[in-house]
């Protein structure tokens, strides 16, 4: 025993050379220079330095514990580092496979939205052509529809002419009342009527005579008369005014439906034209002038 010397002093010096030498990779891994005199706060701090530090660095004291060499701690270490590698490889696999099953998809859809439109396309194009059909044939149709509506108005306006030209001869008593049911209208009309015309009375010739309809509440129903000769017909007309003047009753022409509602429809212009000096007559369907020309009492069409 050598004097002065603590027990175990030699052995303790050999074991901090020891572990000073193996420290040394494992600082020159990390880029870190550690001090000799540090090296026994670092052995016996292993454990709390383990919990705070990364995977790498714990186990590189734990292998510094085990006594590992230099080259087998290298080893060690790469082979630490293979499971990272691998799983990046396969996360670069996996993200490879995505983009081409993606990239296929994409195409695969593609292909039916080409298709798709394809068909729309024919699809419209079919619409389209019948829509233009339709069209054509409305247009036709309207254009149709315009000449029977012109045809339809000329039948009309014909219709009333051919019916004014049937009643040409007629006239109508307002206010006549009868005497009996089964009275004789021709005989009435002569005896209350014609004689009040001298200048015709024996002269004119009644071809038909009846009353039509039924009346209204006192005012009895107007008698249709027909005379022979239009000539006459005019005479009573002209003369009516101032032969049946003091009388209840009075002489009107025999109009159709529509020249009744032409005549009603400017009835009161024609009756202030006529109190201001300006004399008007209903004829042949139109309200006229002195001289027969259509007078219009609105724009001139």
């Not at 025993?1 to 303790?12: E, I």
């Not at 054509?136 to 009333?160: D, K, P, Q």
């Not at 009846?210 to 000769?229: C, D, F, T």
């Not at 017909?233 to 049946?244: G, P």
Request: proline residues 4%; glycine residues 6%.
């Amino acid at each position: 025993m050598v004097k002065g010397r603590p027990l175990g002093s030699k052995n303790k010096s050999k074991l901090d050379h020891t572990t000073q030498t193996r420290l040394r990779p494992s600082t020159r891994s990390h880029g870190t220079d550690l001090d000799p005199r540090d090296s026994g706060r670092a052995t016996h701090s292993g454990e709390d330095d383990s919990l705070e530090s990364p995977s790498g660095a714990s186990s590189t004291l734990t292998q510094l514990e085990a006594g590992l060499s230099d080259s087998e701690l290298d080893s060690r270490m790469a082979s630490n580092a293979e499971p990272a590698t691998s799983w990046r490889d396969a996360f670069d696999a996996f993200k490879t496979s995505l983009c081409k099953e993606l990239e296929k998809g994409l195409e695969t859809l593609e292909k039916d939205l080409g298709a798709a439109i394809e068909q729309l396309d024919v699809r419209v194009s079919s619409v389209e052509t019948k829509q233009e059909e339709h069209s054509n044939g409305l247009r036709r149709a309207a254009a149709e529809i315009n000449i029977f509506r012109s045809e339809v108005a000329f039948c009309r306006e014909e219709v009333n002419r051919l019916e004014r030209q049937s009643r040409r001869c007629n006239f109508r008593v307002v206010g006549l009342a009868g005497k009996s049911p089964e009275e004789d209208c021709a005989s009435l009309v002569r005896s209350q009527i014609l004689s009040k015309f001298p200048s015709i009375t024996n002269t004119v010739e009644i071809e038909k005579c009846y009353r039509e309809g039924r009346g209204q509440l006192n005012k009895p129903a107007h008698i249709v008369v027909r005379v022979a000769s239009h000539e006459h017909k005019v005479d009573i007309m002209k003369q009516r005014r101032n032969a049946l003047k003091d009388c209840p009753f009075f002489i009107v022409d025999d109009l159709t439906k529509r020249d009744l509602a032409e005549k009603r429809r400017w009835a009161s212009q024609a009756k202030s034209l006529w109190d201001s000096g300006v004399k008007l007559r209903f004829y042949s369907g139109r309200w006229r002038g002195s001289l027969g020309e259509i007078y219009y009492f609105g724009p001139n069409p």
